[in-house]
């Protein structure tokens, strides 16, 4: 069963003229990067606006954002209500027609 992972954007903090327009929208780039520790809330990373190369090259650094958590890997996956059943060794023809004396032929 798949799961989320929650972004939280604080969008007063979006430089807007690094927004671009495309062809059907206008778009905001964004990398998460993995944070050192856990944050207070769960948050795992933290989001930061991406720049134009140009602006990387000068020196300019994007301005965090937000963060992210990513949902928790341990915790049981729920697989409805079918539980699962370990599966049967299937036996090959040499296990039906082997003796547990070791002889082809069993009689």
């Not at 992210?68 to 079918?82: I, K």
Request: overall charge neutral.
């Amino acid at each position: 069963m798949s799961r989320p992972i929650k972004i939280k954007i604080d969008v007063s903090k979006i430089d807007k003229t690094a927004l671009y327009k495309g062809a059907k929208a206008i778009y905001l780039d964004c990398v998460a990067w993995p944070s050192k520790t856990e944050g207070k809330y769960g948050d795992t990373h933290y989001v930061v606006q991406e720049l134009s190369r140009e602006r990387r090259d000068a020196g300019e650094k994007g301005v965090i954002i937000g963060n992210l958590t990513l949902p928790d890997e341990a915790a049981p996956q729920q697989q409805g209500n079918r539980q699962v059943q370990p599966q049967r060794k299937r036996e090959t023809v040499d296990d039906v027609f082997t003796s547990e004396s070791g002889d082809d032929i069993p009689w």
